[in-house]
């Protein structure tokens, strides 16, 4: 093994041990959850449920796990959503942009959004730039497309939530990156909520104390999440 595949291995490690470790989340009744090497399946347990899925990329050295009482509670609103949690290498969504091919390559029966936080919102756009015909919306949480993936012209669906006692998220950047998403995208900003706020996993170095609580900030997500589906055809 040579010298320089040493030192990634090191580096895999010793970012896999600095990664955000999910709380508990007991708001997990009336759904169904499955998980492999590669994602965490959420479902309702009832048989109806919404003909669009939703892909979801974790943060940036955040457990995907963190996100499963989020995503339990949009699975179980509305008709009935199924939501997939991707799983990073070593928690990064940098080193995996295209993960969702593993989702969409088994499931050609149902239409897709694909979501992400922070930076797994960045690789989203990335993923969305790389294949646009594959997903009909698109979901950034705390996060906006790099200066480096335009999607002005694209005709999917665009949703956007940020929140106002976000300080991780650099909203000088996020501000410049409205006109490089579609002109029809939707703005929301969560008033009293925080960056950690968007997953279950504790307070985020550099993060702004949330003024809300977890499950007030994590409704509101659900419901604008449950209206960008209803709005744009997705149910």
């Given amino acids: 093994m040579t010298l320089a595949k040493n030192h990634l291995i090191a580096l895999l490690l010793l970012l ?3 990664s955000y470790l999910p709380e508990e989340d007991t708001d997990m009744t009336d759904v169904i959850v499955k998980e492999n090497l590669d994602y965490i399946e959420i479902q309702p347990i009832r048989e109806a449920k ?13 457990d995907p796990h963190a996100y499963v009482g989020l995503a339990s509670r949009f699975a179980q609103s509305g ?5 997939i949690i991707v799983k990073m290498p070593a928690n990064l969504a940098i080193l995996g942009s295209k993960s969702a091919d593993k989702i969409l390559g088994k499931e050609e029966d149902l239409q897709w959004v694909i979501a992400g936080h922070s930076l797994g919102g960045v690789m989203a756009c990335s993923m969305v730039e790389a294949e646009p015909t594959l997903f009909e919306g698109l979901v950034l949480m705390a996060s906006y497309s790099a200066s480096s993936n335009d999607l002005v012209d694209w005709e999917g669906a665009v949703l956007s939530i940020a929140a106002s006692e976000d300080q991780v998220m650099d909203w000088d950047s ?3 990156s409205k006109k490089r998403l579609p002109s029809t995208s939707k703005f929301m900003v969560i008033q009293g909520g925080n960056h950690g706020g968007f997953g279950s996993y504790g307070n985020q170095k550099g993060d702004g104390e949330a003024i809300i609580s977890l499950e007030a900030q994590q409704q509101l997500i659900v419901e604008y999440l449950q209206e960008f589906y209803e709005n744009n055809a997705l149910e």
């Fill in 16 to 18: 896999t041990a600095c």
């Fill in 50 to 62: 919404s003909a669009t899925g939703l892909i979801f990329y974790p943060g940036g050295l955040v």
């Fill in 79 to 83: 008709v009935g959503h199924r939501v």
């Fill in 174 to 176: 996020y501000e410049e």
